[in-house]
């Protein structure tokens, strides 16, 4: 099976594809904020070391869907002319957080099904936009603008 470029599709397939992907960020994020909303108090139970992982995890996920979003955001914006394609090349526009969205956590041990899930499922979003982020410099104002 081979992999197309997000550049070799057309307006109205990259359009589309952009619409999916945000579709996806933003049910993770909703899944990610009632997560957050519904975890219950792990009390005294949980060494303040696995909690700390926890919360750098949770942290992790939340950057990683954050910027996803405004990554598809600055790429709508361009498919609508709202900015040009130069100027979307600017760092302001492209995929940001490396360093710390793309880093594989350590959550403990002790870590729910759920927060594993939903650390899986961000961190295979945000590496699907870096590599169309990437293909940004490939094409060098290509049809991905």
């Not at 099976?1 to 997000?6: G, H, I, Q």
Request: aromatic share 4%.
């Amino acid at each position: 099976m081979s992999v197309v470029s997000f550049g070799e599709h057309g307006a109205s397939r990259r359009r589309s594809l952009l619409a999916l992907l945000l579709e996806e960020s933003v049910e993770l994020a909703e899944d990610v904020r009632d997560f957050i909303r519904s975890r219950p108090s792990r009390g005294p139970f949980v060494a303040p070391i696995d909690q700390l992982r926890e919360t750098a995890e949770i942290s992790r996920i939340t950057s990683r869907v954050g910027f996803a979003v405004a990554w598809l955001m600055a790429r709508n914006a361009v498919i609508a002319a709202e900015i040009s394609k130069e100027e979307s090349l600017a760092p302001e526009y492209r995929l940001g957080g490396a360093g710390v969205c793309d880093v594989d956590g350590d959550p403990p041990a002790s870590a729910s099904t759920r927060l594993l899930r939903l650390s899986r499922q961000s961190r295979s979003l945000y590496d699907r936009i870096a590599r169309l982020d990437r293909e940004l410099d490939a094409t060098e104002r290509g049809p991905l603008h």
